[in-house]
T-cell receptor
Framework: SQQGEEDPQALSIQEGENATMNCSYK?????LQWYRQNSGRGLVHLILIRSNEREKHSGRLRVTLDTSKKSSSLLITASRAADTASYFC????????????FGRGTSLIVHP | DVKVTQSSRYLVKRTGEKVFLECVQD?????MFWYRQDPGLGLRLIYFSYDVKMKEKGDIPEGYSVSREKKERFSLILESASTNQTSMYLC???????????FGPGTRLLVL
């Protein structure tokens, strides 16, 4: 069952622009992770943010977490054509199954 | 670097055949996972294993079985392949059940 849902489903921007994608989830979580998937490949982990953290940075990536709104956002600054990929959030729920559950993803296209 | 390898990138099988998908990780991770990925549906968990010889059903275990005889190897078995099992299959491993997952490159299976 889908716990996290990414929004928008698709995003098309020009190189140099910022890209923002969001993830909403339904139940309380222990952590939330963002992954990237290049076409036809496996997923690559980007950032893990824990429920007691509000913001994390990694290079050009900035992730925020708002547990009161049950949402997270991934910001990619100064995007590059190489950032073209699908981006997924995965949430590890509190209680019950702890296994991270993936959303359907946001497809990002960065035009050179 | 963690490395997760899958036995085939592409596989074509006939309906009714028994299909084995193999996954090997080299980081001594306790947990291993099998997902299938279909357009518009994201990643769906088939089975996971948290220890040798231990397995748990995921969201869509029907038509699949798994085997974990050694810590580094997790096999997905399609007992009698059907056309609706045509999909991208992704294997992952993680050190902790809620922690970062490391993915293999995926196996694209076509069942005719």
């Amino acid at each position: 069952s889908q716990q996290g849902e990414e929004d928008p489903q698709a995003l098309s921007i020009q190189e140099g622009e910022n890209a923002t994608m969001n993830c909403s989830y339904k139940t309380s979580i222990n952590n939330l992770q963002w992954y990237r998937q290049n076409s036809g490949r496996g997923l690559v982990h980007l950032i893990l943010i824990r429920s007691n953290e509000r913001e994390k940075h990694s290079g050009r990536l900035r992730v925020t977490l708002d547990t009161s709104k049950k949402s997270s956002s991934l910001l990619i600054t100064a995007s590059r054509a190489a950032d073209t990929a699908s981006y997924f959030c995965a949430t590890a729920r509190t209680g019950g199954s702890y296994i991270p559950t993936f959303g359907r993803g946001t497809s990002l296209i960065v035009h050179p | 670097d963690v490395k997760v390898t899958q036995s085939s990138r592409y596989l074509v099988k006939r309906t009714g055949e028994k299909v084995f998908l193999e996954c090997v990780q080299d980081m001594d991770h306790e947990n291993m996972f099998w997902y299938r990925q279909d357009p518009g549906l994201g990643l769906r968990l088939i089975y996971f294993s948290y220890d040798v010889k231990m397995k748990e059903k995921g969201d869509i275990p029907e038509g699949y079985s798994v085997s974990r005889e050694k810590k580094e190897r997790f096999s997905l078995i399609l007992e009698s392949a059907s056309t609706n099992q045509t999909s991208m299959y992704l294997c992952a491993s993680s050190p902790g059940i809620e922690e970062t997952q490391y993915f293999g490159p995926g196996t694209r299976l076509l069942v005719l």
